[in-house]
């Protein structure tokens, strides 16, 4: 199997994709009495299936200014100018932008879990538009990657969600997506609960990029997509390689943060 077969949906999903694109409004609109879009939330009928419902809308807490400039952390109070966290000021991240759409708990989480093992591509649509908000203005040569995931944990999933999550970023942000520029060389173990030096240890020299990707990289804009932001090792370890291969820009964009 390919890495591209890997990475995307399964042929199945694929081929209805590529048959709703192609069939005429009348086909497409008795596809949706049959079918009705539902909320990736709750799976309430509703308009769009790449929105929620109002009762699910409640539950989930969106990210917005005022924040880190660099990472987005949250603040409190309005704070003047381009402010900085105070983990941003005592040491500065090797990425350019870090924005997360949504704090992670509760719905956003079951979300999460919905698309990392039920191939949800509804709620990848979904989490690609209120991720592309944070991005209004993008850089005109930004390349779209998704964090990549060793090759164990891909061959026992099947495929990458942040690979689900970046390509309808991609389209909605109208720049290319590269879903394998970045390889992660060995398995890391779970992050959660190690302190910054250890999760820094944890992820060091676990990614890599061959010279034919290098050229895709030097002098550009790249941004990294992830389904969630947790402890940031993993997403400031692919912003370093990017940058000693010469990237000019790193961005980390992720569905959900963990507060």
Known sequence: MSDMHRLLPCRAGRDKMRVMTIWPAPLRYAVDFALPPRCPGCGCVQASADAFCQSCWAQIVFLAAPWCSLCGLPFEHEVPGEP????????P???D???????YGGLSADLVLKLKYSRGLGA????????ARLLPDPPKDLLVTPVPLHWTRLFARTYNQSVLIGAALARRLDRPFHPALLRRTRRTPPLRGLGAKARARAVQGAFALSERQRERVEGRALLLVDDVHTSGATSAACAALLKRRGARWVGVVAWARVL
């Open 97 to 103: 932008l870090l924005r997360s759409a949504v704090s």
């Open 84 to 91: 900085l966290c105070g983990a941003c000021l005592a040491d």
């Open 93 to 95: 991240p090797r990425y």
């Open 124 to 131: 990848a649509r979904m989490m690609a538009g209120h991720m």
